[in-house]
Antibody, heavy 114, light 110 residues
């Protein structure tokens, strides 16, 4: 069964850092484009970042450029999102998603206190 | 980044048919096609269809998607109580090199 499991969320002060993880099972993560998507409380979905199969191409929404970094590890079959200089408006549930958004994890909650 | 346009809400009765629309442009919906997602309250999004009308295995045939130009539509037939949810469209935008999402349509089952 293809599955994604996120972890690493929590409460952090503004200006702090967090590293989110997304462990994949049932497929080889490095064979797929992978994305992070977030959902602000009571709101819709917002794309955050995508990493291509070649690991060279990485794309970010403007609001996180220079602060967030997407990466992956073949050995652990995991996707990561390093989040630095966190702001209150980064507070959201963060999901990882595979390819054409065909598989989603259950999400991990990030709360940034000001 | 500009998003896709969806109506905010639709209400339908049991066993009726709902058609939800999502409009983009030639760089996203009109180019790569769209993905449709269902999100029930308190749950993560779930794939309904991708690249317009490719249903994942096990997905009910009551859900079908289509595309005409820059607009994609999701049709839900024989509406059931469990269909009450938020429905999102998304597409890769080749001009922005970004995924874009619609704001979501809340389907209320009367």
């Amino acid at each position: 069964e293809v599955q994604l499991v996120e972890s690493g969320g929590g409460l952090v002060q503004a200006g702090g850092s967090l590293r989110l993880s997304c462990e994949a099972s049932g497929f080889i993560l490095s064979d797929s484009w992978m994305s992070w998507v977030r959902q602000f409380p009571g709101k819709g979905l917002e794309w955050v970042a995508t990493i291509a199969e070649d690991e060279v191409k990485k794309f970010y929404v403007d609001s996180v450029k220079g602060r967030f970094t997407i990466s992956r590890d073949v050995a652990t079959n995991s996707l990561y999102l390093q989040m630095n200089s966190l702001r209150a408006d980064d507070t959201a549930v963060y999901y990882c998603a595979k390819d054409t958004m065909d598989v989603w994890g259950q999400g991990t909650t990030v709360t940034v206190s000001s | 980044q500009a998003g896709l346009t969806q109506p905010p809400s639709v209400s339908k009765g049991l066993r009726q048919t709902a058609t939800l629309t999502c409009t983009g442009n030639r760089y996203n919906v009109g180019n790569q096609g769209a993905t449709w997602l269902q999100q029930r309250q308190g749950h993560p999004p779930k794939l309904l269809s991708y690249r317009n009308n490719n249903r994942p295995s096990g997905m009910s045939e009551r859900f079908s998607a289509s595309r005409s130009g820059d607009t994609t539509s999701l049709t839900i037939t024989g509406i059931q109580p469990e269909d009450e949810a938020d429905y999102y469209c998304s597409a890769w935008d080749t001009s922005l090199s970004a995924w874009v999402f619609g704001g979501g349509t809340k389907l209320t089952v009367l």
